[in-house]
């Protein structure tokens, strides 16, 4: 190699290595799209009450998962750990009782999202939903992504604030 290539090959290979050294120390953080992107399992679900009260709808121990891929789309599913077995052991043949205890006990929801990094939050598009009264609606969460944790954020105007705690999927 002549002197002018090995003089080049040098200064990229710098130039590449303060561009890295420059991100780390800058501290560069992913941004809220890119840490929330990825398969999360649920580690509580609790809604503050007005009266200083904690509601565990789904129980000391959910069963959820949520994902939120890179083209703008989730799936949200929340349901009470131990729900009693169907006696019919048949899909659809449940009691009243029974279904009444799934659909109690289970929360899922499905669309779009998009994300507003200025004050950490994602509308959600809501395409369908075990609450039928969520098809089609629009929705805000706040966003707090620690380390491995998310917390999903949900200000009512009730102002019963739900936090949905997950834990990134390894």
Sequence with gaps: MKKHGKVLVTCMAAAVGLSL?????????PSMKEGLVGTWIVLSWEQKKNDGTTLRQFGENPA?????DAGERYIITVMRSGRAKYQSNTLWHGTAEENEATANGTQTYFGTYTVNEADRSIAIHVEGSSFPNW?????????TITGDQLTLTIRPPSGENVDV???RAR
């Design 21 to 29: 050294h420059t991100n780390i120390a800058s501290g560069q953080q």
């Design 64 to 68: 959820g998962m949520a994902i939120f």
């Design 135 to 143: 098809n089609g609606s629009n929705q805000k969460r706040y966003v």
């Design 165 to 167: 705690t997950w834990r």
